[in-house]
């Protein structure tokens, strides 16, 4: 199918597809010794054998299904191609989850069309659930679980709010993500760091966390995640962290703006002209 025929709803088919074949492969991978192959930032951000295979399995099958796309993936994948799509890949999203044997980790796919992220796919491995986003005419996301719609949890006061968040690999900036935590915590419910980015923007989506902060995230690890909460009802805000990195801020539309300030005045984000 030619770029100018391809609908959004069959680029995310496409994406389906060919998560569903990578997570049966880490699945079963997963069954089977799994150790480090190498590092990378840091001592402590890893990378199996089992991303690498499952990456080269995700470009394998796009690349016979639409050759001339763009592909950028975790583990080293980056091919600006010739068409106006662009796939964005985390071939496993909780590395160190999956190195222990622990949940959650998934597969991440994302489409972009020039620029802007179109479908979206993130499916967690170990319990099968599948999170899709599609945009629509206009800007329009319709997002779903298991085929299902979803929506973000319902207004509540910050002090009840269930926040995730993550750690970036490198200690310094992990040092300052640290600091933000503690001031915050004494304003929410609770925090939650279960390790993939990607599940973490679908858990803001189907309103089991009430919002999420990280710094430090790659486009591999939020692209398709973003899209899926943006369907649901939250929004999404890319800025620049404490540490310098990219941050991702995401809650509902109608707490965004407390919780964004919350997240400010704790120290998560880079003071303005930094
Ligand atoms: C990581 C996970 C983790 C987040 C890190 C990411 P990876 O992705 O999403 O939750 O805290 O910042 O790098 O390395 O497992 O693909």
């Given at each position: 199918m030619t770029e100018a025929t391809i609908t959004?709803?069959?680029?995310?088919?496409l994406a389906v597809d060919v998560a569903r074949e990578a997570a049966a492969l880490v699945r079963e991978r997963r069954r089977e010794h799994v150790d480090v192959a190498a590092t990378k930032t840091s001592a402590t951000d890893v990378v199996t054998l089992v991303d690498r295979e499952s990456e080269a399995l995700i470009r394998g099958r796009i690349h016979d299904a639409r050759p001339d796309d763009g592909f950028l993936g975790e583990e080293?994948?980056?091919?600006?191609?010739?068409?106006?799509?662009?796939?964005?890949?985390?071939?496993?999203?909780?590395?160190v989850n999956f190195l222990y044997g622990l949940a959650p980790y998934a597969v991440s796919i994302a489409a972009e069309?020039?620029?802007?992220?179109?479908?979206?796919?993130?499916?967690?491995?170990?319990?099968?659930?599948?999170?899709?986003?599609?945009?629509?005419?206009?800007?329009?996301?319709?997002?779903?679980?298991?085929?299902?719609p979803i929506s973000v949890r319902e207004d509540t006061p910050l002090a009840e709010w269930l926040v995730g968040t993550g750690f970036n690999y490198v200690p310094e900036v992990r040092a300052l993500q640290a600091q933000a935590i503690a001031r915050l915590l004494p304003t929410i419910r609770d925090i939650r760091r279960m390790g993939s980015a990607a599940l973490d923007l679908c858990r803001v989506a189907e309103g089991t966390y009430d919002g999420y902060v990280e710094e430090g995230l790659h486009p591999w690890d939020h692209s398709a995640g973003a899209l899926v909460a943006q369907g649901a009802g939250a929004t999404v805000e890319?800025?620049?962290?404490?540490?310098g990195r990219?941050?991702?801020?995401?809650?509902?539309?109608?707490?965004?703006r407390t919780f964004r300030d919350a997240v400010d005045g704790a120290g998560f984000l880079a003071a303005p002209g930094e």
């Open positions: 959004n709803t069959e680029l995310l088919e080293g994948s980056d091919d600006a191609g010739t068409s106006t799509v662009r796939w964005i890949v985390d071939p496993i999203d909780g590395t069309r020039e620029g802007v992220v179109v479908a979206g796919v993130v499916l967690d491995v170990p319990t099968d659930t599948e999170y899709t986003a599609v945009r629509g005419s206009g800007d329009g996301v319709t997002s779903r679980r298991d085929g299902e890319l800025t620049r962290g404490v540490g990219v941050a991702v801020i995401c809650a509902p539309e109608h707490g965004f």
